[in-house]
C-alpha cells in the first residue's frame, strides 16, 4: 500500500501565549513542531505498511526549515520525503493550500491512501483534508479513530461523531483525517535517526508542480483576514468579599433566584 | 510579501507591537519581516509613514457577485433529531438576512424528516429546501455535499451557514471547493460590513489564543461554519409562515462512495453536557478523584451536569467527554461553576458565553475571574461542602 501523509509544521501550543500587554503572540523561544495530530497520522501510516507491505511519503508544504520537520518524520518511520516550498505560497489559505497540495500529490502521482491530521493546531480550520480529498475526487472520512481492516482495495474504518461513531466502508484510494485516539506515536528508533540523516528529501517549487501562479498564496486565495485580536473576555469581575461562611451566603443568595 | 519601505521608515516599532504574529521587528532602525508573516495586513494600516503595503494582486472575481443573493442555514439533523445548532444559525441568519433585505432559508438533508420544516420556518426560516431521500438516510460526505452543493449552484445564496459540529466540519470544506469559494472554520462572531455587504466572519485561531476576522471578497456564496452554543435562537413562533420546497435530486448525485455499515449513538453523556442549565466544573485544584466527587454532589443538589479542564480529565478523575474547552466541549449554560480550574485560555474559549459563570479559586490573580460574574477566592474544600449544604437545605424545605 502506498500512502501519503501530510505533515505541517507548527508553532508548539504549549509556548504559544498571547501577552495581553503588546496583544502579541510571544514566541521568544516557541519551538516549531510537527502537527500532533499529522504525528497520529503518520504512525498509522508506518503501521499500515509494518501490516500490508507498502511504502509511506510525507509530505509537507512549509517554509525551508520545515526540512527538519520531515526528517523527523522519517526517523519514526517514513520512506520518503517531499517538501513543496516557494515563497508564492506565503499567505495562502485552505483553498490555495489544497491547490498547492493537490498539484504535488499529482507530481508524487501513484497512491492508495492519504492520511492527513483532524486539524493544525495554528490555523485550527480543518479543512484542508476535506478540501484536498475534492481536489483529488477521492472519497474522504473524517476523525478516523480505527482502522480496523484492509482487505484487498477496501478498507473499513471507524469514524468519530459527535454523538457516537460510524463504521464506515470505502474502496481506495482515498482520504482520511485522523484523530488523537486512534494510536501512541513511538518514538524515533536509532536506525530511524540514521535513516534521517542521510535521505535526500526532494524539494519541490511552484514550478517543479507545474502550478498556475494565479491560484498560489495569497493572490489564489479566496478568504482574507482584514484583523487579528486579541480575545476580550467579558466578565464582570464582582469578588465576593467577608468570610467564607459569608460568601457563600452572598453567592447563594445571588444564585437562588436563578435556579 | 510584505513589502518595506526602508527609506520611509523611521523605526518607529508601532508594526512590531501591532503584529500579533511577532513577524515584523525593528533591526538597527528599519523594520525586517520575517517567514511567519502571515500577511494579515494589520501592520499595513498602522504605520504612520505609510513604509508598509502588501503586494495584492487580488484573486480575479468570479462573474457577477450582485447574482448572488439570499441567506441559507443547513439545517443539520442526525438520527432523527434536528441538531440545536440549526436553529441557532436561523436566529444569526435572520439578523444578517435582515440587514442585507434579502430572505433566510433553511436547507433540510435526510431520510424521513417529516415536521421537522415546519420546526424551522417557526424558528425564522422564509423558506425550506428539503431533500427526503433514503439515500440521505446516513450522513456521508459525498452524497450531503453534492446534495448541498447542487442547490446552490442552482440558486445562488450570497451566504451559507453551517454548524461547525462533527458533520459541518467533515462535508462543508468539499461543498466550498466544490463551489470554488472561500470558507470560515469556526465562527464565534458574524456581521455584515456596512460598505459593501460583506460577511465579516471572526473565529479563535491558534488554540483560541487570537481571534481573526475574514472576508470572502472575490467569490460566492460566502461560507462559514459556527460553532455551537455561541449563536441564540429566536424564540418559537409556531404562527409564523413560510415555504416549503419538495426538491427531488439526481440520484447519481446521491450516490457516496463511503458507505457507513454501522451508526452507534454512545456518547449520551456529552450530549447532556451541552444541553445542561447548570454545569459544575472541577480542575487541578481538586487534587484527586475524592475531591471530584464533591463536585458531582453539588451539580447532583442543584440538578446539573458534571464538566472539567483538561487537567482534570489527564489525570484521570474523570472521562473525556465530561472535558471542556478548546479540544473538548463548548458549553453555554445558564450558569457554570469553576472550582479549582486557573482559567487557561483553552478552557475559556469553552465556556465564557454561560450567562453567569461562578469562579471559586484561592489564587486571587487566577485568570479564571477575569470571566467571572462573581468571584469567590478560597479553598474548595471549604467552599463547596458549605454551597452543597445551603442547597440542600433550600431542596429539602
Ligand atoms: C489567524 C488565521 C485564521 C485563518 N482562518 C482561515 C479560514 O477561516 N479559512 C481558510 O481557508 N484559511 C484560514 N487561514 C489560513 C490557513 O491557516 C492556512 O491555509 C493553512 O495553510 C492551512 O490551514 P490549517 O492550518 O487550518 O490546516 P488544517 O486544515 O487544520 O489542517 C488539517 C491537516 O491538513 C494537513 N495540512 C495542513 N496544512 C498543511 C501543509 N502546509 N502541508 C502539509 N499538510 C498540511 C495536515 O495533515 C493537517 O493536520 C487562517 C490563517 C490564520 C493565520
Ligand atoms: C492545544 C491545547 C488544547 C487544550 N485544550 C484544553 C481544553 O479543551 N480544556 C481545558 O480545560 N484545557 C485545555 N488545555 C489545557 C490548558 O492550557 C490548561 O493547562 C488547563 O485548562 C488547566 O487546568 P486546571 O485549571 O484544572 O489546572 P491548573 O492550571 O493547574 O489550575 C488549578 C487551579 O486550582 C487552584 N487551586 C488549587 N488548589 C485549590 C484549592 N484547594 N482551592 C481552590 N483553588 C485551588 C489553583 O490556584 C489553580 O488556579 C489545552 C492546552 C493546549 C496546549
Ligand atoms: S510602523 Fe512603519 S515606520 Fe514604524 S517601524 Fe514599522 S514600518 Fe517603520
Ligand atoms: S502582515 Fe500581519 S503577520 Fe505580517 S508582519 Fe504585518 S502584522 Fe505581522
Redesign the interface.
Known sequence: MKIIVCVKQVPDAKDVRLDPKTNTLSREGVQAIMNPYDRHALEEAVRLKEQYGGMVTVLSMGPPQAEEMLREAVSCGADEAVLVSDRAFAGADTWATTYTLSMAIKKIDDFDLILCGKQAIDGDTAQVGPGLAERLDIPFVAYVRKINACTGNTIRAERLMDDGYDLVEVELPALFTVVKEINEPRIPSLKGKMKAKKIDITKLTAVDIEADPEQLGLKGSTTQVVKVFSPELKGARAMLAGTPSEQVAQLYAKLSPLL | ?LQIDIEACIGCGVCE??????AIKVDGGVAVVS????????CVDVCEVGALS?A?????TQGNLADWSGVWVYAEC??GRLAPVALELLGAGRKLAEKRGVPLSAVLLGSKIEGMAEELIAYGADKVFVVDDPALA??T??AY?NALSALAKQHKPEIILAGA???G???I??V???L???????CTDLAIRDEDGAL?QTR????????????????RPQISTVRPLVMKPLVRDAARKGEIMKVNLDPALLKP????????????D??NLSEAD?VVAGGRGLENEKGFAMIRELADV?GGAVAASRAAVDSGWIPYPHQVGQTGKTVAP??YIACGISGA?QH??GM?SAD???AINRD?DAPI???????????VF??VP??IA??KE?KSA
Open positions: 510579501m507591537s501591532t503584529c500579533t504574529f511577532g517567514e511567519t508573516c502571515t500577511l494579515c495586513g494589520s502588501i495584492r494582486e487580488e484573486k480575479a442526525r438520527h446516513s450522513f460526505d459525498d455535499g459540529t462533527a458533520i466540519r467533515s462535508f470544506p468539499r466550498a471547493t466544490t470554488a469559494t472561500g470558507l470560515t472554520a469556526d465579516l479563535p485561531a491558534f488554540g483560541g489564543n487570537i481571534m481573526a476576522t475574514i472576508v470572502c471578497p472575490h467569490t462512495r463511503v458507505k457507513v455499515l454501522e451508526s452507534v449513538v454512545e456518547d449520551l456529552r450530549v447548570i442543584l445558564k450558569i485560555i475559556l474559549v465564557q453567569t459563570i461562578i486571587p475571574f477575569d470571566v467571572a460574574t462573581y468571584g469567590i477566592v478560597g479553598d471549604e467552599i458549605m454551597l445551603k442547597f433550600r
